[in-house]
């Protein structure tokens, strides 16, 4: 099928699989509604929201044929999108996988939890759809509003409101930096259309209005992927949500942060890199050696595990920095192996938490290795695999990012990730060594874990090994993803004529 | 016949050497903990069956690299499985399958906690070390040098003495510090590959080509180098080693003194000196790499001397030996190259019976403490003299392997810094120093401590691990041809490429290869 934006109706057809979602929520929320079994509705409504993304996923898998033609409009259809788009679902999915045990457990099987999770899925797949700023706000703001109730969504527990009210009032914070930002970039640039925008900022030619507005949005963006130093929000938000959630946040949400912050910047400023690259050198390394080192005096392993992702989104700057094809396809295919390791690795300790998680020390995994193979096992090779040893999907994927940036330009950077990376080691490690070198104090009850949970954790550990023994599909899936994200500027001076006769 | 002989000059013999013992391990960690080690012991018993027979496969005088394969494994960046053996590594890999059954016999008796995931380490080992000196794509040998990693580090954590968290963490940080610089300059390569030749590659052959601009040479030799270096451990790197090898299980002990340091040495045999002739024939480079050697000799040799514990002291003596064969390596000529290689044989053999014997005394006394011992000869004469035997080997004693390979180290290096090597020929006499002394107490003096007067003689397992090491020893004493013979020609055409690439590189009437020093046509941001 072609799409003519030129047509206002093929925008339902170009936004297909977000309708999908979308709708399938409004129907859960029905569903939600007029329940009417014994056990309350929690568990069908999440059964149900894996069979809404599953449809959702169909329909991305059909924006595959689709050819865009005419001018460009708000919406992109690329391969990028397409490729995030199942990173974003597979994340979702796994989070659903992993919620039924841990909601259960905490008692809040409620189905509004599966049903924001959607909305929030929405909200990202528009990011890295959207060619346009008005569009990126919009989706930014449904998948913050959906995160804050998440995040705050164990009521009775004082630390996850807490978190809630920290990260809403920080993301509200982040979100005006953004908008007014965009609002200067529309200043300067008389459209919101990013690939318009690419035209007529020129480079040479950029004005006080223009730096400003970069600045903000640098600002803005650098708050929602928690760069250092706009990171503060991050260790709190994430002890405090549910387990299972924050694996999702810790991965999706920054993921469809970054879809976006690649496109904004790899696309409209591209041509602009000399004036954004010093400002995103400098949070590429201040988020790579900061969170590193303070994640060596964490006792609490979800705090760990934040962050370490704080770090990771520390190496996904250097990949969006070097700004080339295997920037972009490094970034991808990183995205993918830090998902999977992270939400199994989440998953493993949400398991070990127990009741009203009250296991999350590093110090109660002692022993764990001997008296629970399995979930050890699991949680050290997602450890490994975070940590970039080989043969693991995250060794590949920061391989990738490492040449890319020394493809691009800047071995400084490659050599600051490989020490970031040593200081990594240290803590990856001490959970290792409490896991399998020490003896257990207190030895952990027999584990309850579904066989969903169990599920997803296989699914996760068998893509991290795949990852890292084969990575050869996964990698030439990577490129030709972002071969779509260049070749946009090439149709752009057709729609160009169009904006400026208006 | 054919059949076979076809297998041994295929890759399929190399491949199953490298996989099999991993895939050995995966299987270990299923089976109940009393049959494990049987298990184990079979597994590496075939994996050295099997390999023995390359030795006489081997071709002599064949200076390429034999059992040669490249299989495509991530082709979009040049990356493929290629492996092969030739004169530098068989002895290398040799001398690995063959303490490979030796490490599980030694473990027998001393291991007695969560044996299923011991022997799946030991055995997972066994494919990294294999993997590292077979490997001919420097992609390939990053991942197995790496995999070296994990299973020793929890070989020490797990199953090592007291302080065995401190000498585990320090041991992977120290390594690991040194390989990830040595990841990023091997990007570089890549990407100065990628530059001048328009294809992406990391095979050993490719990367040879690579002409490394002037400013870059030092820092990328100084990113294998330090990698390198630690692993070996040159002197100051050193640190690491003794804490690792006091806590480590024996059998750790053992594959980290006589395998895992050679892997440094290989390293810089293989690819630090290979890949950047300029900078390691740089008079200044050599200076500071034979003075860090004589300074390892020397310093080393007197801690050693000092040290109450005998481990430490073991561990002290592979660093001032360590130092000898690099010596070699860096002296470059055909002779020293040969006795550098040799030499790590022959310290794998001696150093690793001395970590045996020292774990057969803790065993039976519970301390390595030297003072806790005294006159054992008196009650265990079979293992004061196979203490005796080899801490001579280790010394250098002629009729013993050790000296064939220090005294080819020395009379190649003496044509051509004969100073340095004056110098460094002190370490022989300070090695008798050492070691004499520590036998002296161990073995003679009197035997003045009650615990002492009941100790137990080798068993017969004990004498199955320890016999065929001395019988090698003194067989790589009294008839080193076969070896040396296998390694020369390697040896002598690495050093011949070196200083040919150098000249060519130089000479000005051959245009052609003066060209690819120029800088390259692409413009760097």
């Known amino acids: 099928m072609q799409i003519d934006f030129s047509n206002q109706l093929h925008y339902f057809w170009a936004l297909l699989p977000e309708t999908v979602l979308i709708v399938c929520a409004l129907l859960l929320l029905v569903v939600d509604g007029f329940w009417k079994g014994r056990k309350g509705p929690g568990r069908a409504v999440g059964s149900l929201s894996l069979v809404a993304l599953a449809l959702a996923a169909a329909a991305n898998y059909w924006l595959l044929g689709v050819a865009e033609v005419g001018t460009t409009g708000a919406v992109a259809i690329d391969s990028y999108r397409i490729f995030t788009n199942f990173i974003f679902l597979g994340a979702a999915a796994l989070t659903v996988l992993i919620s039924f045990d841990y909601v259960a457990r905490e008692g809040i099987d409620l189905g509004e939890y599966y049903i924001l999770l959607l909305f929030c899925v929405v909200g990202m797949m528009l990011l890295a759809a959207s060619r346009d700023l008005i569009l990126i706000f919009l989706g930014f703001e449904l998948m913050s509003f959906a995160a804050y109730v998440l995040t705050a969504f164990k009521r009775d527990d004082p630390k996850s409101s807490e978190a809630g009210l920290k990260y809403f009032l920080l993301g509200a914070f982040s979100s005006a930096f953004l908008v007014y930002g965009m609002a200067l970039i529309f200043g300067a640039g008389g459209t919101t259309n990013l690939g318009v925008l690419r035209e007529i900022l020129v480079a040479g030619d950029i004005s006080p209005m223009l730096a400003g507005g970069i600045v903000l949005l640098t600002i803005g963006f650098a708050f929602k992927v928690s760069a250092v130093p706009f990171h503060v929000w991050t260790p709190d938000a994430y002890e405090g949500a549910p387990t299972p959630f924050t694996a999702f946040m810790a991965t999706a949400i920054k993921a469809g942060a970054f879809a976006a912050f690649i496109r904004i910047f790899v696309i409209a400023f591209g041509d602009l890199h000399i004036y954004w690259e010093r400002s995103i050198w400098w949070l590429a390394v201040l988020t790579m050696i900061v969170p590193n080192l303070i994640a060596l005096v964490q006792d609490d392993i979800k705090r760990l595990l934040a962050y370490s992702s704080i770090a990771h989104a520390g190496y996904l700057l250097v990949a969006l920095i070097s700004a080339n094809e295997s920037g972009m396809a490094s970034f991808l295919f990183y995205l993918v192996a830090y998902t999977v390791m992270t939400i199994g690795a989440f998953a493993i300790v949400l398991v070990i938490a127990g009741k009203n998680d009250r296991l999350q020390r590093i110090r109660d995994y002692s022993g764990l290795g001997w008296t629970h193979p399995w979930p050890a096992a699991m949680l050290a090779l997602f450890l490994v695999s975070l940590a970039g040893l080989p043969p693991t999907g995250g060794f590949i994927g920061k391989f990738y990012i490492l040449r890319a940036s020394i493809e691009a330009g800047y071995p400084n950077l490659a050599v600051i990730l490989a020490f970031a990376t040593l200081v990594s080691y240290w803590y990856y490690l001490r959970v290792i060594v409490s896991m399998y070198m020490r003896t257990a104090e207190s030895p952990l009850p027999r584990l309850e874990w579904s066989g969903s949970l169990r599920t997803a954790v296989a699914i996760c550990a068998l893509i991290t090994v795949f990852l890292g023994l084969l990575p050869s599909w996964p990698l030439l899936k990577a490129q030709q993803s972002v071969e779509g994200l260049v070749r946009v500027t090439e149709r752009v001076s057709d729609s160009f004529g169009v904006v400026a006769q208006r | ?525």
């Open chain 2, 1 to 525: 016949m054919t059949l076979i002989s076809d297998l041994y000059h295929s890759h399929w013999i190399v491949t199953f050497l490298v996989f099999f013992p991993g895939l050995a391990g995966l299987l270990c960690l299923f089976i109940p903990a009393r049959r494990v080690k049987r298990v184990a012991f079979y597994a590496a018993l075939i994996e050295f069956l099997v390999s023995a027979p390359l030795f006489w496969t081997f071709t002599i005088g064949d200076t390429s690299f034999q059992n040669f394969v490249s299989i495509p494994w991530v082709p979009d960046w040049g990356i493929a499985y290629s492996v092969g053996v030739d004169g530098i590594s068989l002895l290398l890999i040799l001398l690995t399958t063959f303490l490979l059954p030796i490490s599980v016999l030694v473990s027998w008796e001393q291991i007695n906690e969560k044996e299923p995931a011991y022997y799946a380490m030991l055995l997972l080992l066994g494919t990294g070390m294999l993997g590292v000196f077979v490997a001919l794509d420097l992609f390939l040998f990053y991942v197995f040098w790496e995999v070296t990693l994990i299973p020793m580090y929890f070989l020490i954590g797990v199953w090592g003495h007291n302080r065995r968290i401190y000498a585990a963490v320090k041991f992977f940080l120290y390594t690991a510090f040194g390989s990830l610089l040595m990841l990023v300059a091997l990007l570089v390569l890549f990407w100065l590959h990628l530059d001048q030749f328009g294809v992406p590659s990391f095979a050993y052959a490719d990367l040879l080509r690579v002409s490394v601009p002037v400013a870059l040479r030092y820092w990328l030799f100084l990113g294998f180098a330090l990698a390198f270096a630690i692993k070996v451990p040159l002197f100051p790197f050193h640190t690491w080693l003794p804490d690792a090898h006091v806590e480590a299980p024996t059998a750790g002990s053992v594959l980290l003194a006589a395998v895992l340091l050679k892997m440094g040495v290989y390293g810089f045999l293989r690819f630090a000196i290979p890949l950047f002739p300029e900078v390691a024939l740089d008079q200044r480079v050599i200076l500071v790499m034979l003075v860090l050697c004589l300074l390892g000799i020397i310093y080393t040799a007197w801690v050693a001397a000092v040290q109450p514990n005998i481990k430490k002291l073991i561990a002290y003596t592979s660093v001032a030996h360590l130092g000898f064969i690099v010596l070699g390596i860096f002296a470059m000529t055909g002779a020293s190259v040969t006795g550098g290689i040799i030499q790590m044989v022959n310290h794998g053999l001696s150093t690793g019976t001395l970590f045996i014997l020292a774990g057969l005394l803790y065993q039976r006394r519970h301390t390595y403490e030297i003072s806790d011992y005294g006159g054992l000869a008196k009650v265990v004469p079979l293992f004061c003299a196979a203490l005796v035997v080899t801490a001579l080997a280790s010394i250098g004693l002629p009729g013993l392997n050790g000296f064939v390979g220090e005294f080819l180290i020395l009379l190649g290096a003496f044509q051509k810094y004969p100073w340095m090597t004056l110098l460094s020929a002190t370490g022989v006499i300070f090695a008798a120093y050492y070691l004499l002394p520590m036998i002296r107490r161990v073995v003679w003096n009197a035997l003045d401590k009650p615990e002492n007067e009941k100790l137990i003689d080798l068993t017969r397992l004990e004498l199955a691990v320890v016999v065929p090491l001395l019988l090698l020893m003194v067989l790589m004493g009294v008839y080193p041809k076969p070896f040396l013979d296998r390694i020369a020609p390697s040896a002598e055409a690495l050093a011949e490429q070196i200083y040919s690439a150098r000249q060519l590189r130089h000479d000005p009437v051959e245009g052609r290869l003066v060209l690819r020093d120029a800088p390259s046509g692409r413009e760097r941001r």
